[in-house]
T-cell receptor, first 109, second 114 residues
Framework: DGGITQSPKYLFRKEGQNVTLSCEQN?????MYWYRQDPGQGLRLIYY???????QKGDIAEGYSVSREKKESFPLTVTSAQKNPTAFYLC????????FGPGTRLTVL | SQQGEEDPQALSIQEGENATMNCSYK?????LQWYRQNSGRGLVHLIL?????REKHSGRLRVTLDTSKKSSSLLITASRAADTASYFC??????????????FGQGTILTVHP
């Protein structure tokens, strides 16, 4: 997990609320990624960013938004439009292989 | 459907035995990577094999890649209880972007009994 921090570790949200998950890295990597993992499943790509001020939709971007104003930071906002947001969210950076943060477990009450 | 599919979904063995996990994929790839995930944690990169490589070793890990069959296998020799985790293969396909996109399989849950 070294070099990538995600906060908080556990997050609870009421239906209808937007929530922002933090991802910070000190690895000086250009590329950053957000994945969603559901129980017993692999990872699915939400958004990725190759460089500051640029990002692209992944396979399941609907109901999510991101920004990349700084190289070190790639926050993910889970909006109220996301129909089933309860999941484990993983941030990663890349310089070839990917390095993952410890994850944030989001539960919608 | 996902690019990578893994087999078996779950594997239970005794310490000291070897564990083999397989991964199949559908399209041409630049490389294939294996990751490990302990319960509730982030993923840890284990090994990367490029499309022009056939076999790679790292400690007790051995990975093979058969691009004609679009498949890869991960062998863990002399397994230990600490190897208990989920193992994922991920394929990298580069388009016009420099880093490309990783697509993950659903994973194999390995349990090693002491």
């Amino acid at each position: 997990d070294g070099g990538i921090t995600q906060s908080p570790k556990y997050l609870f949200r009421k239906e209808g609320q937007n929530v922002t998950l933090s991802c910070e890295q000190n690895l000086n990597h250009d590329a950053m990624y957000w994945y969603r993992q559901d129980p017993g499943q692999g990872l699915r790509l939400i958004y990725y960013s190759q460089i500051v001020n640029d990002f692209q939709k992944g396979d399941i971007a609907e109901g999510y938004s991101v920004s990349r104003e700084k190289k070190e930071s790639f926050p993910l906002t889970v909006t109220s439009a996301q129909k089933n947001p309860t999941a484990f969210y993983l941030c990663a950076t890349s310089a070839g292989e990917q390095f993952f943060g410890p994850g944030t477990r989001l539960t919608v009450l | 459907s996902q690019q990578g599919e893994e087999d078996p979904q779950a594997l239970s063995i005794q310490e000291g035995e070897n564990a083999t996990m397989n991964c199949s994929y559908k399209t041409s790839i630049n490389n294939l990577q294996w990751y490990r995930q302990n319960s509730g944690r982030g993923l840890v990169h284990l090994i990367l094999i490029r499309s022009n490589e056939r076999e790679k070793h790292s400690g007790r890990l051995r990975v093979t890649l058969d691009t004609s069959k679009k498949s890869s296998s991960l062998l863990i020799t002399a397994s230990r209880a600490a190897d208990t985790a989920s193992y994922f293969c991920a394929t990298l396909v580069r388009g016009g972007t420099s880093y490309g996109k990783l697509t993950f399989g659903q994973g194999t849950i390995l349990t090693v009994h002491p």
